[in-house]
C-alpha cells in the first residue's frame, strides 16, 4: 500500500512561489490517480488539482487555475504542486491523496489514501 509524505509548505508573502511535494513508498505510484487539496480552520477540505496516471491529463479548481500546477514523476514517485501568484486566501493545510481510478475526481471522498498534511500560511 502506498504511503504519502507532503513537504515544502511554509510562510511565504502575497505574490510569492511554493513548490509543494509529495513523495510515495511502495512500487505502484503509477498505478493511482493523485490528488492535491486544502482545509483551512473552519471549512471543509477542498478540491486543488489532480492528475491521472501517466500525467497526461490535469485538472484544476477554479480558484487556482492559472496560478497552481500539478505535475507528477512516477520515476521518482512524486507528485508536485507549484503555487505561484499566492494569495492570503490560499492559506490552509494542503494535502495529497491518492485513489485507484482511470478518472481522476474531485470529491475528497474518493480519494483512498492521505498524507498528513503541510502548512501553506500566504501573508498580506
Known amino acids: 500500500q502506498v504511503q504519502l509524505v507532503e513537504s515544502g509548505g511554509g510562510l511565504v508573502q502575497a505574490g510569492g512561489s511554493l513548490r509543494l511535494s509529495c513523495s510515495a513508498s511502495?512500487?505502484?505510484?503509477?498505478?493511482?490517480?493523485m490528488g492535491w487539496f486544502r482545509q483551512a480552520p473552519g471549512k471543509e477540505r477542498e478540491f486543488v488539482a489532480a492528475?491521472?496516471?501517466?500525467?497526461?491529463?490535469?485538472y484544476h479548481a477554479d480558484s487556482v487555475k492559472g496560478r497552481f500546477t500539478i505535475s507528477r514523476n512516477n520515476a521518482k514517485n512524486t507528485v508536485y504542486l507549484q503555487m505561484n501568484s499566492l494569495k492570503p486566501e490560499d492559506t490552509a493545510v494542503y494535502y495529497c491523496?491518492?485513489?485507484?481510478?482511470?478518472?481522476?475526481?474531485?470529491?475528497?471522498?474518493?480519494?483512498?489514501?492521505w498524507g498528513q498534511g503541510t502548512q501553506v500560511t500566504v501573508s498580506s
Open positions: 511502495g512500487r505502484t505510484f503509477s498505478s493511482y490517480v
Open positions: 491523496a491518492a485513489e485507484r481510478a482511470v478518472v481522476a475526481d474531485r470529491s475528497p471522498a474518493a480519494y483512498d489514501l
Open positions: 492528475i491521472n496516471r501517466s500525467g497526461g491529463s490535469t
